[in-house]
Structures are given as C-alpha cells and as structure tokens.
C-alpha cells in the first residue's frame, strides 16, 4: 500500500535552496515546494515545515531568496537539507544582494522576494514572496521525481 507521501512524491518538481537573513545570521534550506503564482505582480511560493529549526528565521524574516538549483548543483540539494546553518554555507560561492540575503553561485535562475503573505497550513506555514529582484543563467534544470534527481529530457530531442 502506498502513502500519501509516495503519491505526492510523484508530482515531478524543481529543487531550490532557499535562503534568507534574519537576526545577523545567514539561514538557507532545500526546497521543492516552491512554485510560481502570478506574473503582474510577479509573486511566488513555498512552504516551510512548521518543525524546522529555521521556522522562526524564514517566517519572521521580511523576505527569502529562491535559488533554482541546477544540474551541477545537485549536490547541494542534500548539503542544504542537513547539519548545521554554517555547515551548508561551508566552501559555499555566495553573492550577498541589496536585501541582505546569499544568493548561490550557479544557480540557474533566481528570485530575491518581500513577504506579501503568510499563510498556515496543516504541518507547514505557506509564503508568498513578491519578486524585488531576479536572474537566470544557462544551464539544465535539477529534477525530482519519486525521491530521484534527474533531469528532464525534452521529448522532442
Ligand atoms: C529535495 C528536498 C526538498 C525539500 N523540500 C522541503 C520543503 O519544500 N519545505 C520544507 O520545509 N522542507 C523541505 N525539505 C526538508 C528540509 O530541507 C530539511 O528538513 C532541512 O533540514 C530543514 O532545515 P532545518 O530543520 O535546519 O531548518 C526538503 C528536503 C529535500 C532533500
């Protein structure tokens, strides 16, 4: 019998790293709930875990910055979902932006967001950032799908 997490694990998805600056300290998390919402105003969303230990930093910060991971970057994926805070930035290329927070060397594209709403929902706390700043570079895009990275090839090739 499967589990709700086995269905849910089917719906293929990007992986991000998630950062944010709060209280003088760099916070960061891997993410693939992130998804786009709206173009005008550009918003978008994640949700965090509501027992994460950076909770607090991520929901009372006034913003996070989304780095869409690419291919090349696939081991960071693990790297920034345990340890500690200074561990995942350990040897890290970061770029610090106007709003304080790290973006990560390599990612494929970028998106430096304001908190516009905080929503609660079940075990996790939705934010919808509105995009201040963003970016992109060449390069694949970091997939998951059934608990395996990939990557996606076009059908077309
Ligand atoms: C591929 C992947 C995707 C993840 N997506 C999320 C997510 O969307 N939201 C979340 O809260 N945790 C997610 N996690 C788990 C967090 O990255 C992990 O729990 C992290 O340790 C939380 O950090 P903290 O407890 O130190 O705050 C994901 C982990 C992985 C490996």
């Known amino acids: 019998m499967s589990s709700i997490k086995d269905a849910m694990s089917c719906f293929t ?6 950062t944010t600056h709060f209280e003088n300290q760099d916070w960061a998390m891997t993410c693939n709930s992130f998804n786009t919402v709206s173009m005008d105003p550009a918003l978008v969303l994640w949700s965090v875990g509501k027992g ?4 607090r930093a991520f929901t009372q910060s006034s913003g996070f910055l989304v780095n869409i991971l690419s291919l090349e970057q696939r081991d960071l994926a693990i790297k920034f979902s345990t340890g500690s805070q200074a561990d995942r930035f ?12 790290t973006k990560l060397s ?6 430096d967001c ?3 709403q905080r929503v609660s929902a079940g ?4 934010l919808i950032g509105r995009v201040l700043e963003f970016g992109t570079s060449n ?7 059934k608990r395996q990275f990939g990557y996606i090839e076009p059908l077309n090739a």
């Open 139 to 145: 390069g694949v895009g970091l997939a998951l799908s």
């Open 106 to 111: 390599l990612s494929l594209a970028w998106f």
């Open 90 to 101: 350990k040897d890290e290329p970061i770029e610090r932006m106007k709003s304080q927070r």
């Open 114 to 116: 304001e908190i516009e």
């Open 52 to 55: 994460a230990f950076s909770n």
């Open 123 to 126: 075990d996790h706390d939705i």
């Open 13 to 18: 998805t990007g992986v991000t790293v998630v």
